[in-house]
């Protein structure tokens, strides 16, 4: 039941993920973040100079206090993923009580040349 990979409310989100993006482990709630509460990652479609590009939003703990890390990552088949190719969207904005910050992740490929792209929020811990 415990453990970076355990999801002990079944929201599909282990405790290592939670502890990132300051969901409660033992609470299910599905709700996107916003820019006062922490919550679950969001897609969007962002237009910068006329172009249209796929963009995820997610708050991210900072100070972790260890190795957990997250970042933006694309893949066009969900076979492989990488993050390069992407850029803040506005600003980084830090939530109140200053423990998480809400960003967004502009992917560079713009729609009309990527037909199709998969966006995701990869947390993961170091070895201890
Ligand atoms: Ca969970």
Wanted: hydrophobic content about 40%; charged content about 10%.
């Amino acid at each position: 039941m415990w453990g970076n990979g355990a999801d002990p409310d079944r929201d599909g989100l282990t405790n290592l993920v939670e502890f990132y993006l300051g969901t409660g482990p033992k609470v299910l709630r599905l709700s996107p973040a916003t820019a006062s509460v922490p919550g679950t990652p969001f897609l969007s479609i962002v237009t910068v100079s006329g172009q249209q590009y796929p963009a995820i939003t997610f708050t991210r703990r900072i100070n972790t206090g260890c190795s957990v890390t997250g970042a933006a990552e694309w893949s066009s088949a969900m076979q492989t993923w990488s993050s390069a190719g992407f850029v803040d969207f506005g600003s980084v904005l830090t939530l109140p009580g200053g423990e998480f910050q809400l960003i967004t992740r502009r992917y560079t490929g713009a729609q009309s040349s990527t037909p199709r792209v998969f966006l995701r929020c990869n947390v993961t811990a170091a070895a201890p």
